[in-house]
């Protein structure tokens, strides 16, 4: 079963505009990471956010977590075309293991 | 370092035959997983070891998959029979403890 859902399952917007990706998850987290996939290729990550964090930033990325509302979001600034991916968000709840989410399609319109 | 490694990149097979996929992970890491990857049911965690050991292998759908890892550098995802059904990406994946994985670039299923 899917623990962490993203929101929403598909998003295009044009180069320069910012991205903003959501995901939601059931139970208690040890920590939330995020990983994207570019077409034919494995996961890559992204950023990992424990649970006693709250925003954590990475270049034009931001992530934030709010555990009270068991969701989290990534926020993509000056979108470019090459940011055109899947991106998948996964909890940790048990220590090592992650359960992925069925991730967001985000198109990046040059 | 490369990279988890993984082989065949491709692989095409006849349903009922017997079909081994290969992993390196990268070294050191303590964890190593395995997944599936389907249009339908997304990305499947099928089990995991830590230091050689399986942990978890309560995502491994039927008795003909098998997975071992004899050492710290290898691990082989085994499928007997194979069946159409079996079709999709399979990844392998590294990590240190409690840290981000790292993905193998996947082997391609088809059975027919």
């Known amino acids: 079963s899917q623990q962490g859902e993203e929101d929403p399952q598909a998003l295009s917007i044009q180069e320069g505009e910012n991205a903003t990706m959501n995901c939601s998850y059931k139970t208690s987290i040890n920590n939330l990471q995020w990983y994207r996939q570019n077409s034919g290729r494995g996961l890559v990550h992204l950023i990992l956010?424990?649970?006693?964090?709250r925003e954590k930033h990475s270049g034009r990325l931001r992530v934030t977590l709010d555990t009270s509302k068991k969701s989290s979001s990534l926020l993509i600034t000056a979108s470019r075309a090459a940011d055109t991916a899947s991106y998948f968000c996964?909890?940790?709840?048990?220590?090592?293991?992650?359960?992925f989410g069925g991730g967001t399609r985000l198109m990046v319109k040059p | 370092d490369a990279g988890v490694i993984q082989s065949p990149r491709h692989e095409v097979t006849e349903m009922g035959q017997e079909v081994t996929l290969r992993c390196k992970p990268i070294s050191g890491h303590d964890y190593l997983f395995w997944y599936r990857q389907t249009m339908m049911r997304g990305l499947e965690l099928l089990i995991y070891?830590?230091?050689?050991?399986?942990?978890?292998d309560s995502g491994m759908p039927e008795d003909r998959f098998s997975a071992k890892m004899p050492n710290a550098s290898f691990s082989t995802l085994k499928i007997q029979p194979s069946e159409p059904r079996d079709s999709a990406v399979y990844f392998c994946a590294s990590s240190f403890p409690g840290s981000e994985q790292y993905f193998g670039p996947g082997t391609r299923l088809t059975v027919t």
């Open positions: 070891f830590n230091n050689n050991v399986p942990i978890d």
């Open positions: 956010i424990r649970s006693n964090e």
């Open positions: 996964a909890t940790d709840n048990a220590g090592n293991m992650l359960t």
